[in-house]
T-cell receptor, first 112, second 115 residues
Framework: NAGVTQTPKFQVLKTGQSMTLQCAQD?????MYWYRQDPGMGLRLIYY???????DKGEVPNGYNVSRLNKREFSLRLESAAPSQTSVYFC???????????FGDGTRLSIL | ELKVEQNPLFLSMQEGKNYTIYCNYS?????LYWYRQDPGKSLESLFV?????AVKQEGRLMASLDTKARLSTLHITAAVHDLSATYFC???????????????FGKGTKLTVNP
């Protein structure tokens, strides 16, 4: 009963490197989300995918791209990492008719 | 732009005491969520409040929603150490197809319950 699985759990990058964070859910959920969590800031929505084949920007999309690969998987890409993108990234998902978002365990990303 | 404010941001309380965390938001919404996060962990859903006047209780925690005042409260009764965590409220907006929606989170209330 995995729920929402994020990989990797930890990553250190150098400025300018690229990286893709992976998220997969096994609950047959339609909608998926990427958030970042910074100290004292709560969670902020980066991108979301309401359903397979669609993606849209959230509050803080600059510097990121996403791909909804299929119904299960939603990846987040940093093309050229910057120190300001050091954060904890959470993926979440919801199914039709149930508004509660289910979160993964997070990816702790440090950019030097 | 929807803004969500929680207060207090830090709360230190003794076991056995009662306290309330407040969540105010700036624009109309009928959907309010409370989550718990332990240090270094993911977010766990506590309550979903879907209408004005909604009240939900689980153990020592009770959440309520007043959509007219744009206010939700999370009341803690007879706190125990195990309740130490960070609590987030989140307000739903811009419903998406299938009933899901985008969430705007408060900054969180870090609760420490001391013996």
């Amino acid at each position: 009963n995995a729920g929402v699985t994020q990989t990797p759990k930890f990553q250190v990058l150098k400025t300018g490197q690229s990286m893709t964070l992976q998220c997969a859910q096994d609950m047959n959920h339609n909608s998926m989300y990427w958030y970042r969590q910074d100290p004292g800031m709560g969670l902020r929505l980066i991108y979301y995918s309401a359903s397979e084949g669609t993606t849209d920007k959230g509050e803080v999309p600059n510097g990121y791209n996403v791909s909804r690969l299929n119904k299960r998987e939603f990846s987040l890409r940093l093309e050229s990492a910057a120190p300001s993108q050091t954060s904890v990234y959470f993926c979440a998902s919801t199914r039709v008719g149930t508004p509660t978002q289910h979160f993964g365990d997070g990816t702790r990303l440090s950019i030097l | 732009e929807l803004k969500v404010e929680q207060n207090p941001l830090f709360l230190s309380m003794q076991e056995g005491k009662n306290y309330t965390i407040y969540c105010n938001y700036s624009t109309t919404s009928d959907r309010l969520y409370w989550y718990r996060q332990d240090p270094g962990k993911s977010l766990e859903s506590l309550f979903v409040l879907l209408s004005n006047g909604a009240v939900k209780q689980e153990g020592r925690l009770m959440a309520s929603l007043d959509t007219k005042a744009r206010l939700s409260t999370l009341h803690i009764t007879a706190a125990v150490h195990d309740l130490s965590a960070t609590y987030f409220c989140a307000v739903g907006r811009s419903p998406l197809q299938g009933g899901s929606e985008k969430l705007v989170f408060g900054k969180g209330t870090k609760l420490t319950v001391n013996p």
